[in-house]
């Protein structure tokens, strides 16, 4: 039996029914990227607006000598590792919305450029993914090492 075959990728062909596939993971992946994009935002301004309450609860337990640095240290930590958090999320709902994007594009058009650069854009979203998980789990060792030590 013969397959329609539409396009070439390395060699391998991407028939009807491989193409279906791509199309329905482009929709997933579109619908994820968007979901994630408004929570995002919302997250963002939820820390904007609860910043007042925490910074009281932040003078109180510096005036109970819990936190050994001032409001103002622990604070500025903090939103650090908020906006490095955020650029990083953002980094990585941006490349899977151009995977959903360009991927769709080739298929549509038969463009091989534009379908290896939203698979190019996955393997960026993959191996970002990869690097956080491996530095969770390192982080979780550690943690859970210093915590039979202390």
Do not use: H
Request: aromatic letters at 16%; proline letters at 1%; charged letters at 15%.
């Amino acid at each position: 039996m013969e397959q329609n075959t539409t396009q070439s990728l390395f060699g391998l062909k991407v028939d009807y029914e491989s193409g279906s596939f791509f199309r329905e993971a482009t929709k997933w992946a579109r619908f994820i990227a968007i979901v994630y994009f408004v929570l995002f935002v919302l997250a963002v301004s939820l820390i904007i607006f609860a910043g007042e309450f925490a910074s009281g609860v932040f003078e109180q337990l510096v005036d109970q000598g819990v936190l050994p640095v001032s409001v103002a240290e622990f604070k500025a930590g903090l939103y650090t590792i908020v906006f490095v958090g955020g650029l990083i999320g953002l980094t990585m709902l941006a490349l899977l919305y151009r995977f959903a994007s360009l991927t769709r594009q080739g298929l549509e058009t038969n463009r091989q450029a534009s379908f290896n650069d939203g698979l190019k854009s996955l393997k960026y979203f993959f191996i970002i993914s990869g690097v956080l998980t491996v530095l969770g789990i390192v982080i979780s060792l550690i943690g859970t090492v210093a915590a039979f030590f202390i």
